[in-house]
Nanobody, 119 residues
């Protein structure tokens, strides 16, 4: 059974920093790409950042220069370092992984972790 387990959410003041982690476990053959999405109340889920197996990265314009995505290939873990946080970053953050399991490519999602940016 493959799982994505996120951690690191919480309450942060504006201007603060936080790091999210997401670890993939189970019978994984390979991970093509991993990423983070977020969903604020009343809004659609949106892409925040992605990182490929070759460590190429992509960021949404709203987080460029503030967030950094990185990956530990040996641990099947992806991180999201978030700096200069703003109230509008408040959302449930979801980890996503494009993985090959038992010869089939799947799109997996974590359970989500809440980030609240507020004074």
């Amino acid at each position: 059974q493959v799982q994505l387990v996120e951690s690191g959410g919480g309450l942060v003041q504006p201007g603060g920093s936080l790091r999210l982690s997401c670890a993939a476990s189970g019978s994984i053959f390979s991970i093509k790409a991993m990423g983070w999405y977020r969903q604020a109340p009343g809004k659609q889920r949106e892409l925040v950042a992605t990182i490929t197996s070759g460590d190429s990265t992509y960021y949404a314009d709203s987080v460029k220069g503030r967030f950094t995505i990185s990956r530990d290939h040996a641990k099947n873990t992806v991180y999201l370092q978030m700096n200069s946080l703003k109230p509008e970053d408040t959302a449930v953050y979801y980890c996503n992984a494009d993985m090959v399991v038992a010869g089939t490519r799947y799109d997996f999602w974590g359970q989500g972790t809440q980030l609240t940016v507020s004074s």
